[in-house]
């Protein structure tokens, strides 16, 4: 049960991660937080596919890790 219900946390964050991703940078990405170059960083709207992509691969290594 317990894996079953890791698999699907990892389903769904990496769906959501993958729908923010499509989505793009619209005017609700907010500021820079890390400018990288001139007019590209890492900005306010990024910080909810780290956290989606955080809890998807930690969800995957739990269910990696032998029984």
Do not use: E, K, Q, Y
């Amino acid at each position: 049960m317990l894996r079953m219900t890791l698999a699907l946390v990892a389903a769904l964050c990496l769906t959501a991660l993958a729908v923010l991703l499509i989505a793009g940078h619209g005017p609700w990405s907010g500021r820079t937080l890390f400018p990288v170059a001139p007019g590209h960083g890492i900005n306010v709207g990024d910080l909810p596919v780290f956290g989606f992509w955080g809890l998807g691969v930690a969800a995957c290594a739990v269910l990696a890790r032998p029984r």
